[in-house]
């Protein structure tokens, strides 16, 4: 038997659900009449753990304060209207824009600027900054993969060791791409005649290999010129995630490694050595919210936007932008430039000079009076120390991160303490106090 809307109505309960979501009911019982939560109790929590920011010891990130002159940079981009409405980095910094509201001019000098401090020539960087470090590595995989399968017609396999940060994993299954584990040498950086055997396993595919400069929690890095000369004469693209190490390395003695361009000894031309950078904003240089660098050459992305011009009709915003978000954020932007001064190089070369220092001495330290935990460093460029787990008390109580390592064939848990610019000596030291107390 047929029955009409309203009996269906009555049946269904549905009349009394309309009514309830009528805009007059959602007025009459809006959030007023639940309990707002107790502010002052949850800035008060906040202010607590603003007291206990240099106990974070355990994970990439500087909490450090930026100088007073950062928040005096933010007054003046308030003064000039950003946080006051909308602005908009929606498209490609280094094009001409059609909604004015932006900071792209920013961006890209910020671009160029530390784009010339990976060693990449001034007329030939691309770039823009993300909203992460795994933004950055999304699109270096995308750019990789897009420009791969243009020159070959075939999707590329992805190649990385387990010691590479996990977005790496998350983003080879987003962007559907088989990965091909490449093996590890014993102090955590990536094997290169494993490589070599895993390329010549696949002949037919051309390769996006991932370099990890700084991995998540040994601190190796990959070894990049061995890398390339095994990729010599395939169709291959090389992306670097340099998250935490890119911030301080350059101002080091090891600021070769992330060069992105050396001199042949014969021909005299500058030949490259990878084809993007990413590196995060918020690690080692203590900007207050993710962010990241995302740096390729312009003739990668000139490549790139052929292609990608096919998938995106420019007639919106007048122009193919070239990033995978649309919107993008201007204030960020404007705010890291000021990370970009002269100025501001010199305290990050202070502050990598005396993370790795610190390093040494936690090391050294630990060896002299905790052998048993059998610290180690894997290199002299990385601020990360692991050894064997320690109590839990002194796991909580500094946030250290944990993972199982293979140590002599026997998995065994393991923490790491990464030296960031807070860390410093008097807070190492209580550290290792506390160590002798459990």
Not at 269 to 283: G, M, T, W
Request: proline content about 6%; overall charge neutral; glycine content about 6%.
């Amino acid at each position: 038997m047929l029955i009409n809307r309203r009996q269906f109505l009555s049946i269904s309960g549905t009349t009394a659900l309309m009514a309830a979501c009528s805009p007059q009911a959602l007025t009459a019982q809006s959030l007023v009449q639940r309990p707002q939560q107790n502010v002052s109790a949850t800035l008060k929590a906040m202010q607590h753990l603003a007291q206990q920011r240099n106990r974070l010891l355990g994970y990439p990130i500087n909490m450090t304060t930026p100088p007073e002159a950062f928040f005096a940079w933010r007054n003046e981009l308030a003064a000039a209207g950003f946080n006051q409405f909308s602005f908009n980095n929606v498209g490609n910094p280094y094009d001409h824009s059609h909604i004015p509201f932006n900071c792209h001019p920013f961006e890209k000098e910020l671009i160029d600027r530390f784009g010339t401090v990976y060693g990449f020539g001034l007329d030939n960087i691309w770039g823009f900054l993300t909203n992460s470090g795994t933004d950055s590595n999304m699109h270096g995989l995308y750019m990789g993969r897009t420009i791969l399968k243009s020159r070959t017609g075939v999707i590329p396999k992805i190649y990385f060791t387990h010691e590479a940060h996990y977005s790496i994993q998350i983003l080879r299954d987003l962007l559907h791409l088989d990965w091909v584990v490449v093996g590890t040498r014993p102090d955590g950086s990536m094997d290169t005649n494993d490589l070599e055997r895993k390329l010549n396993a696949n002949p037919n595919h051309p390769a996006l290999v991932v370099a990890t400069i700084g991995t998540t929690f040994r601190g190796a890095v990959d070894p990049i010129d061995a890398i390339q000369a095994k990729l010599k004469g395939r169709t291959a693209y090389l992306h670097l995630d340099a998250a935490l190490f890119g911030g301080y390395l350059p101002h080091t003695s090891f600021a070769r490694d992330l060069m992105h361009s050396v001199v042949d000894p014969i021909y005299k031309v500058k030949l490259p050595r990878y084809d993007s950078i990413a590196v995060s904003c918020h690690k080692f240089f203590g900007f207050p919210s993710p962010a990241g660098l995302f740096i390729t050459t312009r003739t990668n992305f000139e490549s790139f936007r052929v292609q990608f011009s096919e998938i995106h009709d420019p007639e919106y915003i007048q122009q193919v932008p070239g990033t995978i978000t649309c919107s993008r954020d201007a204030i960020k932007p404007a705010e890291f430039y000021f990370f970009s001064s002269e100025s501001a190089f010199a305290r990050q070369a202070v502050d990598a000079k005396a993370m790795l220092d610190n390093t040494g001495y936690l090391l050294k330290e630990m060896n002299n009076h905790y052998g048993f935990l059998r610290p180690v460093r894997a290199n002299d460029r990385s601020n990360t120390v692991y050894f064997i787990t320690p109590n839990k008390t002194v796991v909580d109580h500094y946030a250290l991160a944990t993972m199982h390592l293979d140590i002599d064939g026997v998995r065994t848990p393991c923490a790491h303490i990464v030296v960031m610019p807070h860390a410093k000596k008097e807070i190492l030291d209580q550290f290792l106090t506390d160590l002798r107390k459990t």
